[in-house]
């Protein structure tokens, strides 16, 4: 199993950039006005297959779910495996991953860089998607600055989290669509996925290119096109149906022509519903969805089973059609049991993703693990193997508690936890911290050296304050460190989004555990979701009324099929919160 190449940080200065003459907008050609320079010593094929669209992956990241949403569309893909396939294309789709400095890095070194700039200018149908559209323009700030492929006039630039915006920008929004385009025939209104921390900025000297913008804080560009040349900041192979028409639209060869009725305003970033699903082998081996009360999965009848709620795959595609926004799979003994040794948890990755067009997140077991025969797996391996199976997004726990234990000790990041190593490879929005702490309640702020609140309902004993410990190992050690301390120290150390439980409320259905809630995520800029205790859907609309979370996650309710996702999302619109529906 290879890691992923590492980034190698800014790109170097001595790096061959091909300044393409511009004129306002700088419009591609049409091919009969091939440029000739640069990549002259590049041949061109023709190549023609309807059905057939060329994917040009650098190797950077995990582009398996831009695979499965081509392949679930009934098109073949074929691979760029040297620039003259970039040119030999009909069809090119362009999933940009990773950090912007790395991939022009690579597109630079392997020739790919000239012979993209050469097929755009030919105006030949082009997709690119989030890294994939950033990488058009002149340069970006990530890394750097760092210049890019120099086709779109204009610099992306990092989201402002210091008027306490959360970034990254993680979640659903509906586009502002400016421009009539095929591309977003059908995207009027629906909201579609984003995740990244960097953005094009609009400015006059692009405004041609623009066909649709986005609000996050800032106005930013969602989406281009000019002739045949499209991108999009969103992942349509994220975003649903919706999403899958918009990938639709670009692969049909001949539904080029109709337009979509323009403008229309731009939400705000829609809170999101997510379905967990914690996933371990039962006692005859199996691989289930269980679910416990307060983290005990074991029935309370003599058997003491492991609950079994259904199958892990057929659950999570049940709930991609329901509506959820994300789903997540917890493999909640990937404390103790290797996740690489447990190759039916990968397996079930593989499988849902080919099913779930919304985004994937897996947690459990991702440490540094030697095994039986001294074989060393570093947490960036074990992480890399869930990526390439099909997750969006890796969850650590128990060695994320460590990590900050650590750093908040001595007060220096050494740059090899499992935190700091898998988002410096794939991004902080890449990679989830889950917390699990446990209330304790105290007559005093003073009492604990740790963040407490003033509780909405006192403790056994008359307390009015508590504070949250966190726990390890599927809560079955407790730490000396709180949950507020963890999520600060974890956002320092590079996490992208914390996954708040609470051990008290979970299963029991009596709504979240909104002190803790609101004291994390007052306290971070990065997304929270809030996990554990819903019971009914006045749950999530309170969470969302009186935190800060941008996403609610539950599990017992509907696995048990007590309350529908729909239900949820009909209940928060009534409310007057945005989702998507
Ligand atoms: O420590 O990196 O191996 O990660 C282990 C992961 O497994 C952690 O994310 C941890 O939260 C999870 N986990 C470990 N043991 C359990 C258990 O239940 N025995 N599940 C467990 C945690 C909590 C939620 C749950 C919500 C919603 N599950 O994810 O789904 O509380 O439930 P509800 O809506 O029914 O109340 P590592």
């Known amino acids: 199993m290879q890691p992923p190449p590492q980034p190698q940080g800014a790109m170097a200065t001595g790096a061959a950039i091909l300044t393409v003459p511009c004129s306002v907008g700088r419009r591609p050609k049409r091919s009969s006005q091939r440029r000739g320079s640069g990549s002259a010593s590049l041949s061109v094929r023709a190549s023609s297959d309807a059905n057939t669209v060329t994917l040009l992956d650098y190797g950077a990241g995990n582009v398996r779910s831009v695979r499965n949403a081509i392949r679930h569309l009934g098109f073949g893909i074929r691979d760029v495996r040297s620039p003259e396939d970039i040119l030999a294309a009909d069809r090119l789709v362009f999933p940009g991953v990773g950090a912007f400095g790395s991939a022009m890095d690579v597109l630079n070194s392997t020739g790919m860089a000239d012979a993209l700039r050469e097929y755009v200018q030919m ?37 402002d989290s210091s008027k306490g915006l959360i970034v990254p920008h993680i979640g ?31 400015s006059d000297a ?24 499209q991108a999009v900041q969103f992942h349509p192979e994220k975003s649903g149906d919706t999403g899958l028409s918009i990938l639709k639209n670009f692969l049909s060869a001949n539904s080029s022509g109709a337009k979509v009725p323009a403008r229309r305003k731009a939400s705000k970033l829609a809170k999101r519903v997510i379905a967990c699903l914690d996933v371990r082998s039962n006692d005859n081996g199996d691989l289930v969805v269980t679910k416990g009360d307060q983290y005990d999965v074991r029935d309370h009848t003599s058997s003491k089973e492991v609950r079994n709620l259904g199958k892990p795959v057929d659950l999570a595609s ?57 074989r060393y797996y570093s947490s960036l391996e074990v992480a890399s193997e869930y990526f390439r199976s099909g997750a969006d997004k890796i969850s650590i726990g128990s060695d994320a508690v ?64 508590a504070w949250y410990q966190c726990t390890v190992s599927g809560g079955r050690d407790s730490r000396p460190i ?32 909104i002190d803790l809630v609101k004291m994390v995520s007052d306290a971070v800029t990065i997304p929270v979701i809030a996990s554990s205790g819903a019971g009914a859907v006045e749950h999530f609309s309170e969470v969302f009324e009186k935190t800060n979370a941008s996403a609610a996650l539950a599990a017992g309710i509907f696995h048990r099929k007590e309350v529908p996702i729909l239900a949820v999302k009909e209940h928060l619109v009534d409310a007057g919160v945005e989702v998507r529906v």
Not at 319 to 330: K, Q, R, T, W
């Open 172 to 202: 659903w929004n509906a586009l502002e669509i400016t421009k009539d385009t095929q591309l977003l025939q059908g995207a009027d209104g629906h909201h579609v996925y984003f995740v990244h921390s960097y953005h094009a900025l609009p």
């Open 123 to 159: 105006d030949r149908p082009f997709l690119g998607i989030c890294l994939g559209l950033q990488l058009l323009f002149d340069s970006s700030e990530e890394n750097g600055p760092v210049s890019g492929l120099g086709l779109i006039p204009g610099v992306v630039r990092r989201f």
């Open 402 to 465: 460590y990590a900050a234990e650590a750093f908040l000790q001595t007060g220096v990041k050494t740059g090899k936890s499992s935190l700091e190593q898998i988002s410096r490879v794939y991004g902080n929005q890449a990679v989830v911290v889950s917390i699990d702490p446990r209330r304790v309640y105290v007559n005093s702020p003073e009492d604990v050296p740790f963040k407490t609140v003033k509780v909405s309902s006192k403790g056994p004993s008359g307390e009015e304050y």
């Open 318 to 374: 049940q709930y991609y059609i329901d509506g959820a926004d994300e789903v997540s799979f917890l493999n909640i003994t990937g404390f103790r049991d290797f996740p690489l040794g447990d190759l039916p948890m990968l397996e079930v990755l593989r499988c849902a993703s080919e099913k779930v067009f919304v985004p994937l997140t897996v947690g459990g077991g991702i440490r540094d693990f030697t095994d039986a025969n001294g």
């Open 482 to 513: 709180g949950a507020y301390e963890l999520a600060k120290a974890v956002e320092e150390l590079g996490a992208g989004e914390i996954l708040l439980n609470c051990i008290d409320c979970d299963g029991q259905g009596c709504g979240f555990d």
């Open 206 to 229: 692009n405004r041609d290119w623009i066909s649709s913008i986005c609000n996050y804080g800032d106005s930013f560009i969602s989406s281009i096109s000019m002739g045949n040349i």
